[in-house]
């Protein structure tokens, strides 16, 4: 078997696609060699070798050494120089190199090859004894610390001491001789750490470091990144082998780190930083401050790397011209200058901002670098969501108080107010507030509005709070559990710090974080590349993209984020307007249907309004109804007060009214008398309900020409006989509006399926429906018998151990609510093969889970208006 393979100096041996095979940085450097880069000669040990030596109880192959004798010689050969030499001596760095770049494993271990006799050689080849010497001790302390594993800080106590008895401040400062007795006191602490001398023999510190490369692959932190990340143990790690270069001998040296674009902005500039006559270590350790690569990004007292070292500059510009044609993307490159000379020690692909990611596709198809459909797939769909909120100003101090929950993207800043009223009386004086609340209620609902921001210090990413605030575009940080929030003081407390109402707070809903005080924000940019992204992006899609939507406002966002209709409109969230709650409730608690007929009575013209109002933003649009849905506990009176007001518009005596509220209490709403069931109790809710939706469509159509066609869509069906049951009394009451307007109007009626019973049961259920749409929040709820609302205490322990892969209420769970949205689809799809299907969960604004319902063959996803952009362009993604 083939273990090694060489790459600089005429024998290149690998490439890029072999990244199995020699891991990333081993794949790109052959790579770079093969494109005639400067690359320092070297060789990558296979990943073969790692699993070999795992398979074997930790034996190398027995071919190894003799390949690694030939591979040395041929670097040896190419540099002109000898491992050992006593007048000139090869050094080596040694790094790891896995497939996908991997924290935790060993990293590198530079200068491999110094010994007492082989330090003077690099003496006389290098004429710089401080410098050898400096290398020397450099190699000792990085071969003990990650080889030998002697402590680091053992090392750093010694040149601590060392600079304290020279009275000497800076390294910089220490002298060749300095630097001979520092070597030997750090010899003498490896002795006492590990009990044997310092190996001096080459090959044997060769043999060591490769070992201990191999060595990390299976220790404790690289095991725990793997299983967090998917990483199979079995891919292994390979080892670059590579000869030295060094940016530490003179003012002619230096090295650096660069980007091929700008990395935050994607603008078009060459961006990145170096240090003059420096090792790689002393870029990171931030010893010195580097220096900027262009004149352009340089303050006068700098000295940009264009001026001090034009010749290597230029270099190092036809190297990114090269790099960014040859790969097609933004590359991330390290380098190093040793005598003028330039030469490349790594390039990958680049980390970047979201607004970085838009800006290098856009500009990459547009330069001809990529295509569109490659351009697609270069922006990460949940990366929008940063693009199209205020975010934090990253200049600005921040102190930050504790961390919730990131339940809906973008930055807030405010005073504190500790209800919805307050919120609503400071907002309308111009203040921007936060909303603090334990947690919240359809009740907060115009509080949330108002306010720039909400936190909660219970419930979990589809708490109320979370879908109402996404649903809206307001920040929220949901589940902050370590805040104590005491209504009655109007205060809340944590970590030592007590803020009362009227102080300033600031929101992350990106991150979860809380900050102490005001943090100055900055507003998005919606650029040009935005739109054309989303653009290619429709262009290739094959779901439909609509928006849970049911206010007017929400409608329009929808719009303007290129929603195709709204995929639920959920009824009840339309019922706490102050104008309306007390029909509401007097329609819930009336017992005589007489008055009860009254109170419905009354909110048909505001149901006829809002419905009116939707169809006609969404023009023509599809726009999915649901009939109401409440666990019917969010619409009891709470408080005496409120109690009062009912009994006073129902004629009823107190109390009365109260046993009526204990009796119609449940211990568990979420399970209880809410969805179809209550339309089926009660069936003038529904009716009213219809009418309104049927009364709205033929408005419009008359108002626009265009006929509008309503989709009505039955909640929590579990059986064919509820759906039947509610659909005829629903096609009667549109019979009688019909016949009064002498009208005619196409409609549809469908049904949610977010029960078990109704995905396994599809089949039947889909003789009666027009549509179904996967309501995979309650699905999720029920399958897993989770509750939405309290499972945020525990679920994120879950998933830190590794029970579950993330988030069952935010990516679907595809092995069983998966399963059951497969199984609702063939079923459906079995009796109506055009039965139209959809999703409005909130997993249908999550790129993952979007995956899977193209997988399964949906019809369209429907999420909240800000997660609109986020679903075209994964379903673009998906469908590539
Ligand atoms: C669902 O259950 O997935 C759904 C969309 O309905 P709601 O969240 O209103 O229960
Ligand atoms: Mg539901």
């Not at 410098?131 to 090392?155: C, E, K």
């Amino acid at each position: 078997t083939k273990w090694i393979y060489s790459f600089g100096a005429g024998h290149n041996e690998g490439n890029a696609g072999m990244r199995n095979l020699l891991g990333g940085k081993g794949a790109n450097l052959a790579e770079m060699a093969n494109i005639g880069l400067p690359v320092p000669p070297g060789f990558t040990i296979t990943t073969e070798v790692c699993s070999a030596f795992y398979d074997n109880g930790r034996a190398y192959p027995q071919d190894l050494s003799e390949q690694l004798e030939a591979a040395m010689a041929q670097v040896e050969s190419a540099m002109g120089l000898r491992f050992g030499d006593a007048n000139a001596p090869l050094l080596v760095s040694v790094r790891s190199g896995a497939r996908v770049s991997m924290p935790g494993m060993m990293d590198t271990v530079l200068n491999l090859g110094l010994n007492d006799v082989t330090v003077e050689g690099l003496v006389k080849s290098s004429g710089d004894s401080r410098f050898a010497w400096d290398s020397y001790r450099r190699f000792i302390q990085m071969y003990g610390s990650v080889v030998l594993n002697v402590p680091h800080h053992r090392f750093e106590d010694i040149l601590e001491q060392a600079k304290r008895e020279l009275d000497k401040e800076d390294d910089t400062a220490l002298t060749a001789e300095d630097w001979q007795l520092v070597v030997k006191d750090y010899k003498s602490i490896v002795q006492n750490e590990t009990g044997k001398p310092f190996p001096e023999e080459p090959k044997d510190q060769l043999w060591g470091a490769i070992g201990a490369v191999f060595g990390s692959w299976m220790n404790p932190r690289a095991n725990t990144y793997r299983k967090l990340h998917d990483i199979p143990a079995s891919w292994g790690t390979a080892v670059n082998v590579q000869s030295m270069v060094f940016g530490n001998m003179g003012t002619d040296c230096a090295t650096g780190v660069c980007f091929t674009r700008d990395p935050s902005t994607g603008e078009n500039i060459f961006y990145g930083e170096y240090l003059i006559n420096a090792q790689g270590e002393d870029v990171v350790a931030g010893i010195r401050t580097p220096q900027p690569m262009s004149a352009d990004r340089a303050t006068p007292d700098q000295n940009p790397m264009e001026k001090t070292l034009p010749g290597a500059y230029q270099e190092l510009l036809r190297v990114r011209e090269l790099l960014e044609r040859h790969y097609k993307d933004m590359q991330d490159i390290e380098f190093t200058v040793q005598s003028n000379k330039l030469y490349m020690l790594q390039t990958r692909n680049g980390k970047r901002t979201a607004a970085a990611a838009l800006r290098i596709a856009i500009d990459m198809a547009q330069e001809g670098l990529i295509t569109q459909e490659e351009a697609i797939t270069r922006v990460p769909p949940s990366s929008l969501d940063q693009l199209l909120h205020p975010v934090l100003d990253p200049k600005a101090e921040r102190t930050q108080l504790a961390r919730g929950l990131p339940a809906s993207p973008g930055a807030a800043t405010g005073i504190i107010a500790f209800s919805a009223e307050d919120v609503e009386d400071l907002a309308a004086k111009g203040e921007d507030v936060i909303l603090v609340r334990i947690e919240t209620s359809p009740e907060d609902v115009h509080g949330m509005h108002a306010a720039r921001g909400v936190l909660t210090t219970r419930g979990g990413m589809t708490s109320h709070a979370a879908v109402v605030a996404r649903g809206m575009g307001r920040v929220c940080v949901a589940g902050a559990g370590s805040i104590t929030v005491d209504y009655k003081a109007q205060t809340m407390s944590v970590n030592g710090h007590t803020l009362k109402a009227g102080d300033w707070l600031t929101l992350d809903g990106g991150t979860g974080a809380i900050y102490l005080g005001r943090v100055p924000t900055i507003p998005p940019s919606l650029s040009g590349d935005f739109s054309t992204l989303m653009g290619w992006a429709d262009s290739v899609r094959r779901l439909g993209v609509r928006a849970n939507a049911e206010t007017p406002e929400d409608a329009e966002t929808a719009r303007r984020f290129g929603a195709e209709g709204i995929g639920l409109c959920r009824t009840e969230h339309m019922f706490f307007g102050p104008d309306r709650i007390g029909h509401v409730r007097q329609m819930i608690m009336a017992e005589d249907p007489k008055v009860r007929t009254r109170a419905i009575d009354a909110l048909l013209p505001f149901q006829r309004d809002d419905f009116t109002a939707l169809f006609r933003i969404m023009a023509g649009l599809p726009v999915t109804i649901r009939l109401l849905d409440p666990p019917l506990h969010e619409f009891l009176p709470h408080g005496e007060a409120e109690l009062k007001d009912v009994a006073a518009a129902l004629g009823q005596d107190v109390e009365a009214l109260r046993a009526r509220r204990s009796a119609l209490s449940e211990a568990n709403p979420m399970l209880g008398h809410r969805g179809c069931r209550l339309g089926i109790s009660h069936p003038e809710i529904y009716a009213m309900q219809v009418r309104a939706i049927a009364e709205a469509a033929l408005a419009i159509s008359k108002e626009t020409g265009k006929s509008v066609i309503p989709e009505i869509m039955i909640p929590l069906v579990g059986t064919k006989a509820e759906l039947d049951l509610v659909r005829k009394s629903c096609e009667a009451v549109i019979k009688s509006v019909l016949e009064e307007q002498g009208a005619e109007l196409s409609y549809l009626i469908g049904t949610m399926i977010e029960l078990p019973r109704a995905a396994i049961t599809a089949d039947k259920i889909a003789e009666s429906a027009d549509f179904f749409s996967f309501g995979t929040n309650d699905l999720t709820q029920t399958a897993l018998g989770l509750s939405r609302d309290d499972a945020g205490s525990f679920l994120p322990a879950y998933v830190d151990k590794g029970l579950l892969p993330q988030d069952p209420f935010i990516s679907i769970d595809r092995e069983g609510v998966g399963a059951l949205v497969r199984m609702g689809v063939e079923k459906g799809r079995a009796t109506k093969p055009k039965l139209k299907l959809g999703i409005c969960g909130e997993h249908g604004g999550d790129p993952l889970s979007i995956t899977f319902f193209e997988e399964v063959g949906l019809d369209y996803v429907s999420c909240s208006p800000f997660r609109v952009p986020v679903a075209r362009l994964a379903s673009a993604q998906a469908a590539l």
